[in-house]
Nanobody, 117 residues
Framework: QVRLVESGGGLVQPGGSLRLSCVASGFIFSTSPMYWYRQAPGKERELVARISSGGVPTNYADSVKGRFTISRDNAKNTVNLQMNSLKPEDTAVYYC??????????WGQGTQVTVSS
């Protein structure tokens, strides 16, 4: 049974930082690309970042390039998203997922990120 458990969200002021984590189980984590997606109220879920199975290359949405960094620890089955210089438009529920070409598993509960003063 695949499990994807996101954590680390919260309320932060504009310009602040958060570090999201996702612990995965139920599949061979070390061979799977991993993704972070987000969904803001009233909007479709969108890709934020992708990381290959070995850690490189990484890819980012234009809206987060230079501010967010995706990383992974294959020994701990964990993928992280370091988010700096946060903006109100980054407010969303953030989800992780895995798959060779696109997300392959049911979405977890996600973690809420709210950027507001």
């Amino acid at each position: 049974q695949v499990r994807l458990v996101e954590s680390g969200g919260g309320l932060v002021q504009p310009g602040g930082s958060l570090r999201l984590s996702c612990v995965a189980s139920g599949f061979i984590f070390s061979t799977s690309p991993m993704y972070w997606y987000r969904q803001a109220p009233g909007k479709e879920r969108e890709l934020v970042a992708r990381i290959s199975s070995g850690g490189v290359p990484t890819n980012y949405a234009d809206s987060v390039k230079g501010r967010f960094t995706i990383s992974r620890d294959n020994a701990k089955n964990t993928v992280n998203l370091q988010m700096n210089s946060l903006k109100p438009e980054d407010t969303a529920v953030y989800y992780c997922n895995a798959g060779l070409i696109r997300p392959s598993f049911d979405w977890g509960q996600g973690t809420q990120v709210t950027v507001s003063s």
